[in-house]
């Protein structure tokens, strides 16, 4: 008996040489796809390429696992060491661990602010109570504590008729206090020596000139006019004028004329006392004041007298020989207002006569100081009884 023939036609997938039916389009073995258009090929005892298997066995596999982990720790370290080791600087790894110095920290010094030391103020005292007596007036207790009459009536609100009644109580102001003078400095020496050159201050009387001012002290005409600031020789009446004794001439041997006395010093005042008070009782007023000695026949004491309540305008000046001098009723105020008056004595000296014959005078000597006095010419009406 034949064995049959198969007439079923197959072909073989290229990829892992399974036999397939001719019409199959995947390989069931190895799931390649295959062309309906590609034929087989018939070829004897040939059979697909396969790729390599390797087969390792569970030792090898584990040791290859240990050598790769090595190999990786091996590496880490190496970095490590590069950058490194733990957060250290390679240069302190290598070698002996270096000590950290810390920087200093630079402590800023606070700035000291100069401050001005207040200077001290006088503080003003509050008024004092004073009790009027017998005889008190505002301008005797003005004069006596040395404070202002209208600082007395402003404070106690009194007209300026200032009736007072004894036992009355007023409010008397402390007298402001006097600055004390700055303090000097060392002096150059063109300065001490001006300081300590000789002067003397007087007023330009009426037909008083640069050159008979000069002549009656001997002294130059250009040194008056450089010690005052003068561009010309023209002085005008009331003037004050420095007169350097120091830059007298001296006088060549024996001269026919009369050599100028020097000045005379002030005149010390006697009577009535610095702020003295009359009133209508009172029939005259004597003023007094020390001899400076024998005067010549040119010369006089000149007394200014000023009503200090009506200003400079009333004013009365006269010329005696003598060290006393009354007051004239006619010089006495007109009103019921007690007034002040200033007055103050100086020597003159006569340099001529004008066109009337009338003496013209100079200054030969300091002015005193100035005293001043209360004088009430008329009696108030209605003057309050204690």
């Known amino acids: 008996m034949s064995p049959e023939t198969s007439t079923s036609t197959t072909k073989i997938c290229p990829t892992c040489g ?47 696992l240990v050598l790769l982990l090595v190999i990786g720790a091996v590496l880490v370290f190496v970095v490590m060491r590069v950058t490194g080791a733990a957060g250290l600087p390679a240069a302190q790894a290598d070698g002996p661990t270096a000590t950290l110095t810390p920087t200093p920290t630079v402590t800023f010094t606070p700035t000291i602010e100069l401050t001005n030391t207040p200077v ?26 040395g404070v202002s009459i209208n600082s007395i009536l402003i404070l106690n ?32 020496p063109a300065q001490a020596t001006l300081q300590a ?4 201050v007087i007023t330009v009387q009426q037909n008083d000139t640069l050159s008979s001012i000069s002549a009656n002290y001997n002294v130059p005409p250009d040194a008056i006019k450089s010690y005052n600031s003068l ?18 001439a001296p006088t060549p041997g024996p001269t026919p004329t009369a050599t100028v006395p020097p000045p005379y010093p002030a005149v010390n005042l ?8 009359f009133t209508l009782a009172n029939d ?20 200014t007298i000023e009503d200090v309540t009506e200003g400079e305008g009333r004013r009365l000046v006269d010329y005696v020989k003598d060290t006393k001098y009354i007051v004239p009723v006619s010089f006495r105020p007109k009103d019921a207002l007690p007034h002040i008056f200033r007055w103050w004595v100086s020597t003159v000296r006569q340099t001529g006569s004008d066109d009337q014959g009338q003496p013209i005078w100079a200054s030969a000597g300091a002015n005193s100081l100035q005293r001043v006095f209360s004088w009430q010419g008329v009696a108030p009406e209605g003057t309050p009884q204690p």
């Open 231 to 248: 561009s010309t020789d023209t002085v005008f009446l009331g003037m004050k004028l420095i007169i350097p004794l120091c830059e007298r």
């Open 197 to 200: 050159c000789e002067k003397v």
């Open 120 to 145: 001290p103020t006088d503080t003003p005292l509050p008024p004092f109570d004073y009790t009027v007596g017998a005889g008190d007036t505002c301008t005797s207790i003005a004069v006596q504590f």
């Open 157 to 188: 609100n009194l007209s300026t008729a200032c009736i007072l009644s004894v036992g009355q109580t007023i409010k008397v102001p402390y007298p402001t206090p006097t600055p004390l003078p700055a303090a000097t400095s060392t002096l150059e």
């Open 284 to 303: 005259s007023i004597t003023l007094q004041w020390a001899s400076i000695g024998t005067l010549r026949e040119n010369e006089a004491y000149i007394i």
């Open 270 to 277: 006697l009577l009535p006392p610095d702020g003295a008070s």
């Open 18 to 64: 399974t036999r397939l039916a001719e019409s199959a389009t995947r390989c069931l073995v190895c799931g390649t796809e295959l062309s309906l258009t590609v034929e087989p090929k018939k070829s004897a005892g040939i059979s697909a390429s396969r790729m390599p298997e390797i087969t390792l066995s569970l030792p090898v596999a584990l040791g290859l």
